[in-house]
């Protein structure tokens, strides 16, 4: 299984961009890499996956290095509902589920 | 899709007692996944089923657990003779079953407390 390394905690000033930092070094080809978030007495929460490409959706975008040992997830503006733990998790398709880590809390102060 | 559903939302208990869980995936979604989490952990896979049948469990998941799909739509958990150690959040989550990558949608989860 791929490990993943994340900063603990980050914080954020509301509406400003705000950079998740994921490392995957030891990712495989053909593996997914996922974030999730997940809000305070809730389930983790999809938010956005890719491949090899930068992907984008109304959540957020999601830049992937070129040597895929690393992502970076991009809240464009954060508000105070983004104030969670997110997770980074590389899914290796077939194995059917989700290797989680600590992941990082992101603290939105207004 | 009206989401993942999962009941009760808290379950108070004491040691040694009985209790099982129940898990709505959403409909057509044809893999059901359970997973646990403690306080300041990311949630740790327990087990999976494509449609009713079991297809993987966690070393996590001793014999006082046992779960079941009968009909390929709702599972429950069971744990049977409740340790202190078995306090978690129980989250389960639902997904297509789409080859390459399949995205899965988690429901609130059973926050259980063993007195």
């Known amino acids: 299984d791929a490990k993943t390394t994340q900063p603990n905690s980050m914080e954020s000033n509301e509406e400003e961009p705000v950079h998740l930092p994921c490392n995957h070094s030891?990712?495989?080809?053909?593996?997914?890499i996922h974030w999730y978030r997940q809000l305070p007495s809730q389930g983790p929460e999809y938010v956005i996956h890719?491949?090899?490409s930068n992907v984008n959706n109304r959540m957020a975008s999601l830049a992937i290095a070129e040597d895929r040992k690393s992502s970076t997830l991009i809240l464009h503006r954060a508000t105070l509902r983004d104030a969670a733990v997110y997770y980074c998790?590389?899914?290796?398709?077939?194995?059917?589920?989700?290797?989680f880590g600590t992941g990082t809390r992101l603290k939105v102060l207004a | 899709d009206t989401g993942v559903s999962q009941n009760p939302r808290h379950k108070i208990t004491k040691r040694g007692q009985n209790v099982t869980f129940r898990c709505d995936p959403i409909?057509?979604?044809?893999?059901l996944y359970w997973y646990r989490q403690t306080l300041g952990q990311g949630p740790e896979f327990l087990t999976y089923?494509?449609?009713?049948?079991?297809?993987?469990k966690s070393r996590l998941l001793s014999d006082r657990f046992s779960a079941e799909r009968p009909k390929g739509s709702f599972s429950t958990l069971e744990i049977q003779r409740t340790e202190q150690g078995d306090s978690a959040m129980y989250l389960c989550?639902?997904?297509?079953?789409?080859?390459?990558?399949?995205?899965?949608?988690f429901g609130p989860g059973t926050r259980l407390t063993v007195l």
């Open positions: 030891t990712i495989s080809g053909t593996d997914y």
């Open positions: 890719g491949l090899t």
């Open positions: 998790i590389p899914y290796t398709s077939g194995t059917y589920k989700y290797i």
């Open positions: 989550a639902s997904s297509r079953g789409y080859e390459g990558t399949d995205t899965q949608y």
């Open positions: 089923f494509q449609n009713e049948a079991q297809l993987e």
């Open positions: 409909s057509e979604h044809n893999r």
